[in-house]
């Protein structure tokens, strides 16, 4: 028995010294009053503000401060998103028509839907601009990695936004575009049908859980819809709350903006 909670201890020890532990979790294990007050004052949702701001955080510098920007135009798109929600129906029979109702009939529909548009594009290129400064001026190492590994995910989900949001106005390129990305998707390693050391069929691979079938339906624009209009955006603003928490609990901006 004290061979087996010295094991433990012994697991446990190792496991809170090691970098990746001590990366996700700075303070450790709350064994003490005071390590429990610091994890409390430490929150994501009690803590997002830094007691001190570096001066260079608050000028602008040469890579354009494209992190902000990127949080900036996200918020655009959540208020255009909601907007043109109200003129949208995700059925195959209205999709559509919808689009073409909301082009030459809704009073400054097609700004809003090209403004919809063209900010999406402007969100994926600046957070990539911004992966590419942080990558470039070594702002991912300790004790910033989990923080990169945070912002690895934000751009998946900057383009998983991007790529379920091509579906919905349901017109020809739309429809084949979601269709070859599909089958892409299962012909990946293991979780797609068609791929290499596959390990499910047809009925059972990503592809056909993205579409909820075998073809790109009536199913398929539900599924994007709920994905681009709830899920996607609700995943992404928890991974951003979490992305400038760590900014600020790893003692503020690294390097130029």
Not at 38 to 61: C, E, I, K, Y
Request: aromatic content about 12%; charged content about 15%.
């Amino acid at each position: 028995m004290k061979r087996r909670q010295g094991i433990r201890d012994g697991l446990q020890e190792a496991i809170g010294r090691s970098q990746v532990w001590r990366s996700i979790f700075r303070q450790g294990l709350p064994d003490t009053p005071r390590g429990q007050i610091l994890t409390m004052v430490s929150n994501v949702f009690l803590h997002l503000h830094p007691p001190m701001v570096r001066r260079h955080g608050l000028r602008m510098r040469y890579t354009w401060c494209m992190g902000g920007i990127s949080l900036f135009l996200f918020l655009l798109l959540t208020l255009s998103g909601v907007l043109l929600m109200f003129y949208y129906r995700p059925t195959v029979e209205h999709a559509y028509g919808d689009m073409k109702d909301l082009e030459f009939a809704v009073s400054l529909g097609l700004f809003w839907r090209n403004f919809h548009r063209w900010t999406a594009h402007a969100m994926v290129l600046t957070v990539i601009f911004h992966m590419a400064r942080v990558f470039l001026t070594g702002s991912y190492r300790p004790p910033r990695e989990f923080n990169w590994v945070v912002g690895v995910i934000l751009l998946v989900l900057t383009l998983l936004l991007s790529f379920t949001g091509y579906l919905l106005p349901w017109d020809q390129l739309a429809f084949w575009a979601i269709t070859v990305g599909t089958n892409m998707a299962g012909a990946v390693p293991l979780l797609g049908a068609e791929g290499p050391l596959s390990v499910v069929d047809v009925g059972s691979d990503v592809r056909f859980y993205l579409l909820g079938g075998k073809a790109v339906g009536q199913n398929a624009l539900l599924r994007f819809y709920v994905l681009h209009c709830v899920g996607l955006p609700l995943l992404a603003a928890i991974f951003m709350a979490v992305h400038f928490w760590r900014i600020r609990k790893d003692g503020g901006i690294s390097g130029p903006l």
